[in-house]
Nanobody, 128 residues
């Protein structure tokens, strides 16, 4: 049974930083691409960042230069470091993966296949 558990969200002032974590279990973590998505109230879910098994990464244009993504295969965990946060970054952040060995990342921070597993999400609120 695949489980993805996000953590690290919270309330932060504009210009601040947060690091999100997503711990995976029940899947061969090191051989799968991992993606971070977000959904703000009244908006569609959008890709934020994606990392391949070989540590290639893509980002949404809106977060390039501010967010970085990394993975620790020994801990089955993917991280999203978010710096210079803006109010428009406020959303529920989800991590996702798909149990297909050929999964990869698309431009714009999306997985090549989005019909996989999703975590429960963690709320990020950027406000003064």
């Amino acid at each position: 049974q695949v489980q993805l558990v996000e953590s690290g969200g919270g309330l932060v002032q504009p210009g601040g930083s947060l690091r999100l974590s997503c711990a995976a279990s029940g899947i061969g973590f090191s051989i799968h691409a991992m993606g971070w998505y977000r959904q703000a109230p009244g908006k569609e879910r959008e890709g934020v960042s994606c990392i391949t098994p070989r540590v290639g990464s893509t980002f949404a244009d809106s977060v390039k230069g501010r967010f970085t993504i990394s993975r620790d295969n020994a801990k089955n965990t993917v991280y999203l470091q978010m710096n210079s946060l803006k109010p428009e970054d406020t959303a529920v952040y989800y991590c996702s993966t798909v149990d297909i060995q050929s999964s990869s990342c698309l431009e714009g921070g999306r997985l090549s296949n989005e019909y996989g597993y999703w975590g429960q999400g963690t709320q990020v609120t950027v406000s003064s």
